[in-house]
């Protein structure tokens, strides 16, 4: 479920973030591309460190604060002006935003404890399918308040994970 509602807040945010740099913000493609490209190479340097930190502290302690502030970054995109902070904040936000899957994915095979590890991960990805409909409904919400109000939607939904986190050991 928690993996479900992150792909859901995700795509929405994902859909829209190009478009509003794009069109709201009329940034060239090249600088789009540097935004989004930027935000992916600090997935990649953050990806072992929070794997790291994950695998020597437990999933729950990257998890729980890594999917509020990936929320709350989405949230942030909603208000953030064009300048260095919306870069900041799109950086910021892909660091930690790339490492999430592969953590969620290792505490569900830890919660699996050697039993079905296929099928856990096959429904970690498969609940990925319930982003596929979040642009839909983002737009709709976009059309109809701005576009920053598609990152406003997925930044709630982002943080609907953490609660879940919550209650879980």
Same mark, same amino acid.
């Given at each position: 479920?928690?993996?479900?509602?992150?792909?859901?807040?995700?795509?929405?945010?994902? /859909?829209?973030? !190009?478009?509003?740099? *794009?069109?709201?913000?009329?940034?060239?493609?090249?600088?789009?591309?540097?935004?989004?490209?930027?935000?992916?190479?600090?997935?990649?340097?953050?990806?072992? $460190? #929070? /794997?790291?930190?994950?695998?020597?502290?437990? *999933?729950?302690? $990257?998890?729980?604060?890594?999917?509020?502030?990936?929320?709350?970054?989405?949230?942030?995109?909603?208000?953030?002006?064009?300048?260095?902070?919306?870069?900041?904040?799109? $950086?910021?936000?892909?660091?930690?935003?790339?490492?999430?899957?592969?953590?969620?994915?290792?505490?569900?095979?830890?919660?699996? *404890?050697?039993?079905?590890?296929?099928?856990?991960?096959?429904?970690?990805?498969?609940?990925?399918?319930?982003?596929?409909?979040? !642009?839909?409904?983002?737009?709709?919400?976009?059309?109809?308040? /701005?576009?920053?109000?598609?990152?406003?939607?997925?930044?709630?939904?982002?943080? +609907? !994970?953490?609660?879940?986190?919550? #209650? +879980?050991?």
């Amino acid at each position: 479920l928690s993996t479900a509602l992150r792909s859901i807040g995700e795509s929405a945010v994902d /859909g829209f973030l !190009p478009k509003y740099l *794009r069109e709201d913000l009329d940034f060239s493609p090249i600088r789009v591309a540097v935004y989004l490209s930027t935000a992916q190479v600090a997935g990649l340097i953050a990806q072992p $460190v #929070m /794997g790291y930190v994950s695998d020597r502290f437990g *999933r729950k302690v $990257v998890l729980l604060p890594v999917v509020v502030v990936v929320g709350l970054l989405a949230l942030a995109l909603s208000v953030a002006g064009p300048g260095l902070s919306l870069l900041l904040i799109i $950086v910021a936000k892909g660091a930690f935003k790339f490492s999430l899957h592969h953590i969620f994915i290792a505490a569900a095979i830890d919660a699996a *404890r050697g039993q079905a590890q296929s099928t856990v991960v096959s429904l970690i990805y498969g609940a990925g399918f319930f982003g596929a409909f979040s !642009p839909a409904i983002a737009g709709i919400i976009s059309d109809r308040y /701005g576009t920053q109000s598609a990152f406003f939607y997925g930044g709630c939904v982002l943080l +609907l !994970p953490a609660f879940l986190l919550l #209650m +879980l050991k």
